[in-house]
C-alpha cells in the first residue's frame, strides 16, 4: 500500500526553510498535540527553539524526542550541539558516541565528538575523532572543521608544530575563516620554529583581510563629550569572565578601579556563567552579554553603552571580540592580559606592559602603540576559583620538600604544549648535573596509561632518566597542592608560563626562566625583575643550568627562601593591586588626552601629541575628596565599604544569638545548619574579593571558624588580618622600588632602559587631579 505524505511535514519544511522560528516552533507543537509522536516536529521542535534562545524548553523537547527516537543521528546530533553552546559538555559526550555509530562515515558527526572532547581534556579520543571526520570529509566546510578539531587537540597533546601546520591547511582552504588565525596565532607562540616576525605577519594578514574593508565605516565620534577630566565609561571585553586564568588578574582590576574617574561595564563573551562571573557581576557597574551575537551586534552593543575605552582581554584566543572591535566602536581601545602578543588591529590603539616584559626592540612586534606602566603590566591575585582558600593551612607554605627527601625536584605545571624537545633535552642535562635529582612534570591526561606511557618514552629518547621522572595527572582539585612537591620550577621555552609561575612564587618555590625578545618569552623575565629576583633570569641555556644547580646546592638555604618568597611576592609589583590599579587609570587617563588631543589636531606628528598630553597632566586639576571604597556584595549593588562592615557585623552577630555553640557532635551539626553564618561568610568573601586582606573581614571569618571548632583555619584569618594592619610601603616607595629593581634588571640583560607612560606622573609628583572639572 502507498503511504500517504503528511501535509504538516510540508509545512514544517517551509518554516525551516525560511528559517521562520516562531511559525516553526506553532507549527511542531501543533503536530504534536495531534500526534505526540510525529516524528519531523519531534526532530524540529527542539531545534527551534534553541534558534530563538529558549534553551531550558529547547532541552527538554530534545529530551523527550531522544527517548522515542533513539536512533535518530539527526536529532540527537542537534541535541548535543545545544548542549554544547551551553558548555553541557558531560551531557552532549554518550550523544554524540551514539551519533557516530548511526553516521560512521559523517564527517560532520565526528568534528562534533571532536569538539565535545576538547574541554573534557579527552584529547587522544578528540585528535582520534578529528582524523576521522578529516577522513571522511567530502565539503570544504567539512575538511575546515575537522582540521580545527585536529589542531587544537594537536596542541594540547604537545603536538605544537603539527597543530600550527593544521592551522596553516585550514587558512589555505578558507581564508575568510577567521578562528583559524585565532588558533594559528595562540599555537604558534608555544612553537620553537614560529619567529615573532610570522607571528606579526600573520596578525597583519588577519587585519587586512577582516578589518581593512571596515576602516571607511569607522564611526567618527563627532559627538563624544570632549571634556578631558570627565569620569569615562570604560569597558571591559572578555569571554573569560569565569573560572579562566585571565580572572587571576583582572578581578583586582574591576574591582578597584576608581569609580570617581571611571564607570565599568563588563562585556562577557561565552554562554555558560559560574561563580566567578557573579562575583565579576558584583564588581562592575554594569553587566552585558554579548555571547551568541554577530560581531556587528557586539560592536553595537558597545556603541549603544556609549564606550569611551574599550579593552580588550582576549586577543587571538578562543572566544575573542576582534572581528567586533575591528569595527571601532570606541573612540579608544586597547588590550592587554590575554594574550602576549599583537592583535595585528589598527583599531586597537594602545597595548599594556612594562619596561621589562616589553623591552626597547618590542615596538616593532606590535600594531598597536605600547603604554608602558611603571609598575608591573599585569597584577595577579591566586585562588580565583575558591578565594578564600588562600588563607586555608593546607595553602600555607611549607618547607621545601627537599628536607624530607633527600633528593632535590625540579618541577612543571605548565601546558604540556609548551614542553618543546629542546627545554625537555635541556632538563635532561639539569637531572644529569644534579645528582639524585628528579624530575616532576604535570599536564593533561597523563592518568591515562597510554598517555602516560608515551610522554615517558618520548621524555626518556630525549635524555631524561625514566625513573627519576615523576608524572602526575593535572587535576583541578589540586590546584596549588603540587607546588609542595617540588623545590625549583622550571619554566619552559619559547612560550613560558604565565600564571602558573605566579602561582609557583606565591608558594614559596624559585622559578628559573631563559631570557626572550617578545612577550611571549619574557612574561617569567619582568614577574622576576619586578621582584628584584633577576638573578634567576638566565641569558642562555648554560647558565639557565647554572642558575637551577647553584639553587639545588644549597638546601637549607632554599628552604629559608621558600620561607619568605611569598611575603615578597605579595609585597612587591608582582601583587600590589592598589598601585596597579591607580597606574592603570593613570594610563586610560593617558590614553584618553592622547585621542582628544589627536582629533583636534590630525596633522601633529606623536611627538608632538605626546608633549601637549604631558603639558596637560602637568596642570591636571585638583582630585576630589577621597571616596570611601566601594564593594560590589551582589550582582548590581555596591556600598560603602562601612556599609559593607556594619552588615556583616549583624550578621555575625545574628548568627550567634540565634545558635549558640553546643557541646558534643550534635551541637557541631546544629552550629553549622545555621544560615546565618553560611552569609556572614559568602559576605566577608565578597569583601575580600574587592579588598584582599581586609583586616574586618579576616576577623570575622576567624570567629565563625573559632565557632565552629576549626581553630587552625581561625588562627591562620588572625594572623593574616593582624599582618594587613601592619605598615606597607606607599605607592611612591614601591614605585621607587619597583625602578630600581627594573634598572637592575636591564643592566643584567644588557637591555637599554625604556620610557614609561606619561601618567604616572598624576601618581609620583603628588598632583591632585579632578576628574569632574573641565579645562579648556
Known amino acids: 500500500m ?60 530534545f529530551r523527550q524526542a531522544a527517548a522515542l527516537w533513539p536512533q535518530d543521528a539527526e536529532l540527537l546530533i542537534n541535541y ?36 565535545c572532547c576538547y574541554t573534557m581534556t579527552l584529547n587522544q579520543k578528540g585528535f582520534d575523532a578529528s582524523q576521522k571526520a578529516l577522513a571522511h570529509a567530502k565539503t570544504l566546510g567539512e575538511e575546515l572543521d575537522a582540521l580545527t578539531q585536529s589542531a587544537v587537540h594537536r596542541r594540547e597533546l604537545g603536538q605544537v608544530r603539527e597543530a600550527v601546520q593544521d592551522c596553516e591547511r585550514a587558512i589555505a582552504l578558507a581564508p575568510q575563516a577567521a578562528h583559524s588565525y585565532t ?45 578631558p577630566w570627565r569620569r569615562l565609561r570604560v569597558g571591559f571585553i572578555s569571554p573569560d569572565f569565569r573560572n579562566h586564568a585571565v580572572m587571576y588578574f583582572a578581578e583586582g582590576l574591576l574591582a578597584g578601579l576608581d569609580r570617581q574617574q571611571f564607570e565599568v561595564i563588563a562585556f562577557y563573551n561565552y554562554p555558560v556563567e559560574d561563580h566567578v562571573t557573579t562575583r565579576v557581576q558584583c564588581h562592575a557597574d554594569r553587566f552585558i552579554k554579548i555571547s551568541g551575537k554577530t ?17 580588550d582581554l582576549a586577543g ?24 602576549p602578543g599583537t592583535t595585528g588591529l589598527r583599531a586597537i590603539d594602545w597595548w599594556v606592559s612594562d619596561a621589562v616584559t616589553d623591552p626597547a626592540t618590542a615596538p616593532q612586534w606590535y600594531t598597536e602603540r605600547l603604554y608602558r606602566l611603571p609598575t608591573r603590566w599585569a597584577c595577579y591575585r591566586p585562588m580565583i576559583r575558591n ?66 606511557r608515551a610522554y615517558r618514552q618520548h621524555c626518556a629518547d630525549l635524555g631524561i632518566d625514566p625513573e627519576r621522572l615523576e608524572l602526575v595527572a593535572m587535576d583541578n582539585r589540586n590546584q596549588y597542592l603540587t607546588y609542595h612537591r617540588i623545590d625549583i620550577a622550571l619554566d619552559p621555552f619559547p612560550l613560558v608560563g604565565g600564571t602558573s609561575t605566579n602561582d609557583l612564587l606565591w608558594m614559596g618555590v624559585p622559578v628559573v626562566t631563559l631570557n626572550g625578545d617578545t612577550l611571549r618569552n619574557r612574561m617569567g623575565v619582568g614577574i622576576l625583575a619586578h621582584m628584584g629576583c633577576h638573578n634567576w633570569v638566565a641569558r642562555d641555556q648554560d647558565e639557565y643550568l647554572g642558575i637551577a644547580t647553584a639553587l639545588a646546592s644549597d638546601v637549607t638555604a632554599l628552604n629559608q627562601l621558600r620561607q619568605v618568597l611569598r611575603q615578597e611576592v605579595e609585597a612587591s609589583a608582582v601583587m600590589r593591586e592598589d ?9 586610560l587617563r593617558s590614553m584618553w588626552l592622547h585621542w582628544l588631543t589627536k582629533t583636534e589636531h590630525p596633522d601633529w606628528t606623536q611627538a608632538q601629541v605626546d608633549a ?13 575628596e577621597h571616596q570611601e571604597f566601594l564593594v560590589g556584595v551582589a550582582p548590581g549593588e555596591r556600598v560603602p565599604l562601612s556599609i559593607a562592615y556594619q552588615r556583616l557585623q549583624k550578621m555575625l552577630d545574628t548568627a550567634k544569638t540565634r545558635h549558640m555553640p553546643l557541646a558534643g557532635a550534635e551541637g557541631a551539626s546544629d552550629l553549622l545548619a545555621n544560615r546565618h553564618w553560611a552569609q556572614a561568610t559568602e559576605l566577608a568573601e565578597r569583601i575580600l574579593c574587592a579588598k584582599p586582606h581586609d583586616a574586618m573581614a579576616l576577623t570575622v571569618l576567624a570567629e565563625i571558624e573559632n565557632a565552629h571548632g576549626h581553630l587552625d583555619f581561625g588562627r591562620v584569618y588572625l594572623k593574616e588580618a593582624l599582618q594587613s594592619l601592619g605598615e606597607r610601603e606607599t605607592a611612591q616607595v614601591l614605585l621607587e622600588r619597583t625602578r630600581q629593581y627594573v634598572q637592575a634588571a636591564q643592566d643584567y640583560l644588557g637591555e637599554p632602559q625604556c620610557p614609561i607612560g606619561a601618567a604616572s606622573a598624576l601618581v609620583r609628583n603628588g598632583s591632585p587631579v579632578n576628574f569632574e572639572t573641565l579645562v579648556t
Open 387 to 452: 578565594p578564600l582558600w588562600r588563607y586555608q593551612p593546607a595553602y600555607q607554605v611549607r618547607p621545601t620538600p627537599a628536607l624530607a627527601n633527600g633528593y632535590i625536584t625540579f618541577g612543571s605545571c605548565n601546558n604540556l604544549g609548551k614542553l618543546t624537545d629542546e627545554v625537555l633535552a635541556l632538563w635532561g642535562r639539569l637531572l644529569q648535573a644534579v645528582p639524585h635529582s628528579r624530575l616532576l612534570i604535570e599536564g593533561k591526561n597523563l592518568d591515562i596509561e597510554t598517555t602516560e
Open 80 to 115: 548535543a550541539n545545544t548542549l554544547l553552546t551551553q558548555g553541557r559538555n558531560v551531557e552532549a559526550l554518550p550523544l554524540l558516541e551514539r551519533v557516530v555509530t548511526l553516521r560512521p562515515h559523517h564527517s560532520t558527526c565526528w568534528a562534533k565528538l571532536a569538539q
Open 295 to 311: 560581531p556587528e551586534q557586539q560592536a553595537q552593543a558597545i556603541r549603544d553603552a556609549d564606550i569611551d575605552i574599550a579593552i
Open 612 to 624: 601637549q598630553v604631558q603639558a596637560m597632566l602637568d596642570q591636571a586639576p585638583p582630585r576630589p
Open 183 to 227: 588558533n594559528a596565532l595562540l599555537f604558534m607562540l608555544a612553537d620553537p620554529h614560529s619567529q615573532a616576525s610570522e607571528l606579526q605577519r600573520l596578525a597583519r594578514v588577519f587585519s587586512d583581510n577582516f578589518e581593512r574593508p571596515l576602516q571607511e565605516q569607522w564611526p567618527k565620534f563627532e559627538d563624544k563629550d570632549r571634556n
Open 579 to 587: 598601585v596597579f590599579v591607580q597606574e592603570f587609570g593613570n594610563a
Open 316 to 339: 587571538h584566543t578562543g572566544g575573542n571580540t576582534l572581528l567586533a572591535l575591528a569595527r571601532k566602536p570606541a573612540p579608544v581601545q586597547l588590550s592587554t592580559i590575554g594574550y
Open 2 to 61: 502507498q503511504k500517504h505524505s503528511d501535509p504538516m511535514d510540508a509545512r514544517l519544511q517551509a518554516a525551516l526553510d525560511a528559517q521562520d522560528w516562531a511559525l516553526l516552533t506553532r507549527l511542531c507543537r501543533q503536530a504534536l498535540r495531534k500526534n505526540g509522536r510525529h516524528h519531523k516536529a519531534h526532530r524540529l521542535l527542539g531545534f527551534a527553539l534553541s534558534q530563538t534562545g529558549d534553551i531550558d524548553p529547547a532541552l527538554q523537547a
